[in-house]
């Protein structure tokens, strides 16, 4: 019988800094729909705005046409919310997990009811939702294009327009991580943090900035405090385990990333990231099963591509 060889240390090495490196999988999705009114009529010149606090942008608009249809394109692969609005209609919310390969994103169809929220329009200020699309956009193009400076002015010129688009912070945020000013990202966080003490989007990016900062304790701190809070979410579970491998603390590590899994066993993230503990500790077999366990959490997602391609490499 021919006997398998094992990876020698040296190679597991390199698989570990292979999978750790994300790049390679960089993949983006696109989602479509449509926005109508109760009578089934298409609602023309509505927003619609995708979140989702792990992304880098993080939030995207469009427009409806004629035809009450919207397009938006460049979101990566996980968890967004989606909110379409327009002048006289109450908003509508819903979420949607995106995919980036395999089968397309389904079309998003939101029913938009005549007046009970004036509240998205006025919230607005000074600016039309016309003008926020506008503004926004050219904003993000500065953001798109590493302009941060520049990035950073549009985006404060929206809030003075708008103060109520408190959320914008993030975005000043992580233009400023970007461009490596650390204290002006937590400043930036801090601000949103001031008139939404609970946000955990904010938070986790102050703990991540120290993270990135080199400021382990500080890092470590900020997202222990958030995951001993009333209500800590998956992302602040995943994101600790982030700080305590970057420790060298990987049973730690491994203790947040089984949190995050058990907050949404859906979300491959947290499961490959176990997998990374165990090829860290050499463990080949312990690799291919938790890797097996990303594909079928989460098959469309990068972090399914990637555990793809180590059991085909652990397996040679």
């Given amino acids: 019988m021919r006997q398998r060889l094992h990876p020698s240390r040296g190679v597991l090495a390199a698989l570990l800094v292979a999978a750790l490196s994300g790049s390679a999988f960089a993949q983006t999705g696109r989602v479509g729909g449509t926005v109508k009114d109760e009578s089934g009529q298409p609602i023309k010149g509505a927003t619609i705005t995708a979140e989702n606090s792990n992304a880098s942008p993080n939030s995207f608009t469009a427009t409806t046409d004629d035809k ?4 938006i394109i460049g979101l990566k692969s996980g968890q967004w919310s989606f909110t379409a609005q327009a002048p006289s209609f109450g908003p509508e919310s ?14 998003l169809t939101f029913t938009l009811k005549k007046g009970g929220a004036a509240a998205p329009t006025s919230a607005l200020g000074a600016l039309a939702a016309k003008d926020l699309q ?4 050219a904003a993000d193009q500065l953001y798109n294009a590493q302009k941060w400076d520049e990035a950073v002015a549009a985006y404060r010129a929206i809030l003075t327009k708008a103060p109520s688009l408190n959320v914008i912070n993030l975005q000043i945020a992580a233009a400023y991580r970007n461009k490596k000013d650390y204290d002006a990202a937590i400043g930036a966080y801090n601000d949103l943090l001031k008139v939404d003490s609970a946000n955990d989007k904010a938070i986790i990016g102050i703990g991540m900035t120290n993270l990135e900062k080199g400021d382990l304790k500080a890092a470590e701190d900020t997202l ?5 809070g009333p209500k800590p979410t998956r992302e602040v579970f995943y994101n600790l385990g982030e700080v305590k ?4 603390a990987p049973d730690e590590a491994a203790t947040w990333y089984q949190k995050a899994i058990d907050s949404d066993p859906s979300w491959g993230k947290p499961i490959f990231k176990l997998g990374l503990v165990a090829l860290n500790k050499q463990d080949k077999d312990g690799t291919i099963k938790i890797m097996e366990k990303v594909i079928a959490a989460d098959p469309a997602s990068p972090e399914a591509a990637q ?3 180590l059991i085909e490499q652990l397996k040679k």
């Fill in 68 to 71: 009450g249809r919207f397009s």
């Fill in 224 to 228: 222990t405090r958030a995951a001993e």
């Fill in 134 to 137: 506008t503004d926004l956009a």
């Fill in 94 to 107: 819903g979420r949607l997990n995106v995919s980036t390969i395999g089968a397309p994103n389904p079309p």
């Fill in 307 to 309: 555990a793809r391609q």
């Fill in 245 to 248: 491998f970057a420790k060298g």
